[in-house]
């Protein structure tokens, strides 16, 4: 059974610092994984997707790896702003045409200004 | 662009009520999906749809019935409400394999 973790669960930086997410799942068979984020009340939106054959997918200021034979994927963050505060979880698809994703429990990140 | 809808934003229920959560999106987008976040834990899987008249279930679905008449819509019903279906409940919606589009979510607490 898959199993997704990410740690630590909450952390806190000052403004400007690069920083780096962690995301680890049990099971390196995986089709693909996404990072989400998630405000104070409001739903997920969706960062980046990679697919399991790609090594990393960037957007802005964020970049995502991803290493399937280690079980670990990193979300990086350069130059941290306010605005990037929320929860950040990742979610990984076991199969093509497996519906189900595999949650983490999300790193609450908040950035001091 | 209202993307994903979901109704209502809160409920509180009784023991033994019944409700449905209501869930839209206007993206045409053939998957839908049920989740639900329990403090502390990653969303869980109650059902899912991948178009009109064809449901399946997820990793939770016990107390819960779907159905999707259209594209559109997949109400959430709760039948005979139960204190451990307190969550937080999203719906989602894809285009397989792409990212998925998610709706601010319906709080509810039974007691």
């Known amino acids: 059974k898959q199993e997704v973790t990410q740690i630590p669960a909450a952390l806190s930086v000052p403004e400007g610092e690069n920083l780096v997410l962690n995301c680890s799942f049990t099971?390196?068979?995986?089709?693909?994984l996404q990072w989400f984020r998630q405000d104070p009340g409001k739903g997920l939106t969706s960062l980046l997707l990679?697919?399991?054959?790609?090594r990393e997918q960037t957007s802005g200021r964020l970049n995502a790896s991803l290493d399937k034979s280690s079980g670990r994927s990193t979300l990086y963050i350069a130059a941290s702003q306010p605005g990037d505060s929320a929860t950040y979880l990742c979610?990984?698809?076991?199969?093509?045409?497996?519906?189900?994703?595999?949650f983490g429990t999300g790193t609450r990140l908040t950035i001091i200004p | 662009n209202a993307g994903v809808t979901q109704t209502p934003k809160f409920r509180i229920l009784k023991i033994g009520q019944s409700m449905t959560l209501q869930c839209t999106q206007d993206?045409?987008?053939?998957?839908m999906y049920w989740y639900r976040q329990d403090p502390g834990m990653g969303l869980k899987l109650i059902y899912y749809?991948?178009?009109?008249?064809?449901?399946d279930k997820g990793e939770v679905p016990n107390g819960y019935n779907v159905s999707r008449s259209t594209t559109e819509d997949f109400p959430l019903r709760l039948e005979l409400a139960a204190p451990s279906q307190t969550s937080v409940y999203f719906c989602?919606?894809?285009?397989?394999?792409?990212?998925?589009?998610f709706g601010n979510g319906t709080r509810l607490t039974v007691t």
């Open positions: 979610a990984v698809r076991q199969d093509f045409g497996n519906e189900k994703l595999t």
């Open positions: 993206m045409n987008h053939n998957y």
């Open positions: 989602a919606s894809s285009i397989q394999i792409t990212p998925l589009h």
């Open positions: 749809s991948v178009g009109a008249g064809i449901t």
């Open positions: 099971d390196s068979a995986i089709y693909n």
């Open positions: 990679i697919q399991s054959s790609q």
